[in-house]
């Protein structure tokens, strides 16, 4: 048809489509009905979509998306771990006999299942990489009572120092970086120091800062590491600089790492996370 009318193959769908021949997103009620059905009755479970497919007349794609308008499932909902691994096998099975659609074999990569969405994603064998994206990642850590990527715990790299991320682990390694390499900074502390707000009565009354720094010419800076801010932090550090407006705090977010990976910085600092 195309070709008869000198058109492309996307206009004269869409001219079928408003003339009302390929509307694929036309329901009657009798198929609204089977689709519910089907997806109640399966529960958790894989829906056989190729049957659905031939007993409603309509493609695959639109049947999964009209489900999901409908509110029966959604394209991050957590599958069972049968039905994880009864896909991971079938797709594995698949991928003896075919060649894989993205090449990704090719270069060494492998299939992993997000345990949180069941989505899969493919990564290089040696990668620590568990979640499909950084939000399942952080949303599974939320729910386990742990922010987001934080990584606690003591590295042995900086003598045996307990961080509570992995961020505020990296900065330090920063800081001996500077000192290293130039002599205006002297030494740093981690978390020394308290700070109370006795006017305060409700709300925030302390705060610590990450890290105390001492410079050579006798000047003393607090540095805070936020990887995920909240009001809470936000607070403190308002109240810490209206009631120690003598005190230098220095805030080291995002956009600072951003801008130390852009310059190539964190090549150069051994153990980097």
């Known amino acids: 048809m195309a070709e008869e009318f ?7 769908w869409e001219r ?25 009755l399966a529960g958790d479970g894989a829906v056989d979509l190729n049957k659905l497919e031939a007993e409603l007349g309509k493609f695959r794609s639109n049947i999964s998306r009209k489900a999901r308008k409908l509110g029966l499932t959604s394209r991050h ?3 069972s771990e049968q039905v994880c691994r009864e896909i991971g096998q079938r797709t594995k099975d698949w991928l003896k006999n075919n060649p894989h659609p993205r090449g990704a074999y090719k270069v060494g990569k492998e299939i992993r299942i ?10 290089f064998p040696a990668s620590e990489q568990k979640y499909c994206s950084r939000e399942c990642g952080q949303n599974h850590r939320q729910a386990q009572g742990n922010q987001g990527y934080a990584k606690t715990g003591k590295r ?17 390694r920063y800081l001996n970086f ?17 700070f109370e707000f006795k006017k305060i009565k409700k709300g925030t009354r302390f705060y610590t800062p990450d ?18 801010d909240y009001p ?37 600092i051994p153990n980097w996370e």
């Not at 042995?156 to 330090?172: G, H, K, P, T, V």
């Not at 890290?211 to 995920?228: L, N, P, Q, R």
């Open 6 to 12: 000198g058109m492309c193959g996307q206009s004269v």
């Open 16 to 40: 079928l489509k408003k003339l009302g021949f390929q509307d694929q997103d036309r329901w009657t009620e009798e198929q609204l009905i089977i689709l519910k059905n089907t997806y109640f």
């Open 77 to 79: 909902r957590k599958k």
């Open 114 to 123: 997000c345990p949180v969405c069941g989505m899969f994603f493919e990564v």
């Open 156 to 172: 042995i790299d900086l003598d045996n120092q307990y961080f509570r991320s992995s961020w505020e682990a990296n900065y330090a």
């Open 178 to 194: 500077i000192i290293k390499n130039d002599k205006s900074m002297l030494r740093w502390e981690y978390e020394p120091q308290t």
């Open 211 to 228: 890290f105390k720094i001492y410079f050579a010419s006798g000047a003393i800076e607090y540095h805070e590491v936020k990887g995920w």
């Open 232 to 268: 809470k932090g936000r607070t403190a550090r308002k109240r810490f600089l209206k009631y120690f407006p003598n005190l230098k705090l220095v805030l080291i977010d995002g956009e600072w790492f951003k801008a130390l990976k852009r310059q190539g910085v964190n090549k150069l």
